[in-house]
């Protein structure tokens, strides 16, 4: 098994989840944030200098022009030194990004900023306007809105751009020693601290946002890189089973060479062919020789088989068959050795099914593994149904019942596998390969059906073979000579495809 190098899955995610949503791990998301400024304000370069110039022909109607255009000049200045820092940031490589300094330089640059747009105070300071001190206050407040939407990332600069502004305002207000203006100073102050409010708010949205993303980001990079090894582990898993089907393959044909000289000679000297044998002993051990040797062929064999079915190299040799044939044939080859147990073959079979379009070969060693099995399982004195009868969707269903120790339910699907056995069987019949099972499995499933295997514990088990409907043969009308719509027919069809249009239209 391929196992990631570090600490497992689980705690690697643990951890990163850990780091990004604690506090410590805030500092890692400073580019992020300044980035977002950066982008906010290069994306509304225009805004805010469309709005000083609005602010300065408004301001007109009450302060002299050229104090207006003054101001304008210096926002336009302080623009235009925060862009060239924006297109600097942007233009910088993120591992050649100092943060610290750049914050610092981006701050004094918002800064330098608000200080101008808090000069606008200064343009037209005639306490006998009421009008300018009431557009100064609506100014401030659209202002702080336009700054708390695009600076809402880095509350750093939030405070350098707007509290000179705010400032100013409340300065302008305390001068004019009017208990009315006082009220607008405060209420000033209030909405700073209110947006001040809002943009923490804000803040803590978009810092929730970037750990989320972050995380995601970390768990799809755990993803992706177990996704790699899981790919790499099947790779490899397929390689070791192609190679493992292989050696089985050479190692089996490589074995019944030699095995079919060790059967020959001891069926010779076990009949005594060749004159009798003087030692009874020797004659005993060339009878165990011969049987244990037709067991090995027989595991060769299924090992054979079962290699050959995973290689998808096990090819059906179907034809036209009677299942109720097959069964019964599979039943006279194990009659004797049930009967050898003293067990009763109950035969229980619907005796005007149609044929079926199958391998018979194949359903014949399907029927002789599991007859073979429940003979082998069942205890002396018991009994085991053959069922074959009629499947509810028009099938057709083989089903072997004994009355053996049966299976516990957790290691059902143990003896699906190869090599698989139950602990009872075991311990209460004789030995075997574990191949029987998964070979009649594979060759069902090659010919579209279902096996299934109900079992309980000293009750017996059931083994149910379902064979689609499509396999049934119906009776086939008499075939048409050819005539002018024949020769007009499509190209022509496999054997099953014909004998299956036949049955749709039956």
């Known amino acids: 098994m391929i196992r990631p190098a570090g600490k497992p899955q689980q705690s690697q995610v643990a951890e990163a989840r850990r780091r990004l949503t ?13 980035s977002m400024f950066v982008k906010n304000e290069l994306g509304a370069i225009l805004t805010i200098p469309l709005l000083a110039i609005i602010i300065a022909l408004a301001s007109m109607f009450w302060a002299q022009p050229g104090h207006a255009l003054l101001w304008v000049g210096a926002v336009f200045l302080a623009r235009s030194v925060q862009m060239r820092w924006f297109y600097d940031f942007r233009a910088t490589p993120r591992a050649e990004v100092d943060i610290k300094r750049w914050k610092a330089q981006l701050v004094g640059v918002e800064t330098f900023y608000g200080v101008t747009w808090a000069g606008i105070v200064l343009v037209g300071a005639n306490p006998s306007e009421p009008m300018a001190h009431t557009f100064l206050f609506a100014s401030l407040v659209v202002v702080l809105t336009i700054r708390l939407m695009f600076a809402s990332t880095v509350m750093p600069i939030i405070y350098a751009g707007t509290i000179p502004i705010t400032c100013a305002l409340v300065l ?8 009315f203006y006082w009220a607008m100073a405060s209420m000033a102050v209030g909405i700073h601290v209110y947006f001040i409010f809002l943009a923490k708010g804000l803040n803590a949205t978009v810092m929730t946002m970037l750990e989320y993303k972050a995380e995601k980001d970390s768990l799809i990079a755990e993803l992706e890189h177990a996704t790699s090894i899981s790919e790499e582990a099947r790779r490899r898993a397929e390689e070791a089973n192609v190679a493992k089907s292989r050696f089985l393959a050479n190692m089996s044909h490589e074995l019944r060479t030699p095995l079919n000289a060790i059967l020959g000679f001891s069926e010779v000297m076990k009949t005594e062919m060749m004159g009798p044998m003087q030692n009874a002993m020797y004659l005993d051990y060339a009878g165990n020789i011969h049987s ?9 064999n299924e090992i054979l088989d079962l290699s050959r079915i995973e290689a998808g190299k096990h090819e059906l040799q179907e034809e036209a068959t009677h299942l109720v044939d097959v069964v019964d044939e599979c039943e006279r080859l194990l009659k004797l050795k049930a009967e050898s147990k003293a067990l009763k073959l109950i035969e229980d079979f619907d005796e005007n099914l149609p044929p079926i379009w199958a391998d018979e070969r194949a359903l014949r060693q399907v029927c002789i593994n599991l007859l073979g099995n429940a003979i082998k399982f069942t205890p002396p004195g018991g009994h085991i149904t053959l069922g074959i009868r009629r499947g509810e969707d028009g099938g057709q269903i083989l089903s072997v019942k004994d009355t053996g120790p049966g299976i516990p339910k957790e290691e059902l699907p143990r003896v699906m596998q190869a090599f698989g056995q139950g602990s009872l069987a075991h311990t209460s019949a004789e030995g075997g390969s574990g191949l029987g099972l998964p070979i009649v499995r594979s060759l069902v499933e090659l010919h579209g059906g279902t096996f299934e295997l109900l079992s309980e514990i000293r009750r017996g088990t059931e083994a149910i073979v379902r064979l689609p409907k499509e396999r049934v043969l119906q009776s086939v009308e008499p075939l048409q000579p050819l005539g002018e719509e024949s020769h007009r027919s499509e190209r022509p069809r496999s054997k099953l495809a014909v004998l299956r249009g036949r049955n749709r239209a039956a």
């Open 292 to 300: 244990s040797g037709k067991h090995l062929l027989h595991v060769i």
């Open 172 to 179: 302008r207000f305390l001068l004019l020693n009017d208990p």
């Open 22 to 34: 604690s506090g410590v791990a805030k500092p890692e998301f400073e580019y992020e944030l300044l």
